[in-house]
């Protein structure tokens, strides 16, 4: 069952909502269309659909909830990451086992918050995974970060050259091969060129994986504390959708 799509308003945070209990999406729609800014745009009750779903409404968030059916639910958050790497992803979740939450995390979930949170926790985990940062909820322990080892940056194996990092930074900003060839003053097939040797030294499958891999390196995680209290800190965001070329 789908909510009408009204049309977009400005400034608007459009939310599609996927979870597999009936009652659970209707609680999800009040408390998406309650909330200032946000507005619910669809509710596909089956995985398949949601894909589908995000095609047409377009959405800057998604909902999803992490139950029974978990290893397909992350399966498809990693698409949604793929295809839309734009749109901020939040899971409600049962489980407050720590290797849950990074298994959600590593899938590309932008906040893991328990399915009992507010309307206020979850509109703002919505906000701060659209601005790039990582929301746990509040009462689930997390083990300290001294405990945690630290994770390496993500340095491709052969260095990129000077150009090829220029043209990286162009693509974490969304720019088309048109556009980076305006801004770098090269023409579009030189473009083309480093984006292949970039994409070949990443390891990278396409652009949108490419810029994937380096951003979840940069990436903080801002992990909410016992009493509420929240760490955030400023993180790299693409501001526009990766263009479907090479």
Known sequence: MSAPMASTARGVTRVLLLADAPVLRRGLVSMINETAGMQSVGTPGELRRAMTLAESARPDAVVVELGQGRAATLNACRDLRRRFPRVA???????EDP???NEA???GVGGY??????????G???LAARAGRTVVDPQIRRVEPSATPAAKPFTPEVPLTRREQDVLDELL???SNRAIGRNLFISEDTVKSHVKAILRKLGARDRAHAVSLVLSSRNPV???GAHGTVRTEEST?????IPAEI
């Open 124 to 126: 703002w985990a919505i």
């Open 105 to 107: 995390l590593a899938a």
């Open 113 to 122: 918050l328990l399915i009992n949170t507010s309307p206020t926790l979850l």
């Open 99 to 101: 290797a849950v939450v």
């Open 237 to 241: 965001e693409v501001s526009a959708e």
């Open 222 to 224: 801002c992990t909410c």
């Open 173 to 175: 900003q969304g720019q």
């Open 89 to 95: 992803i939040v899971a409600l979740a049962t489980s």
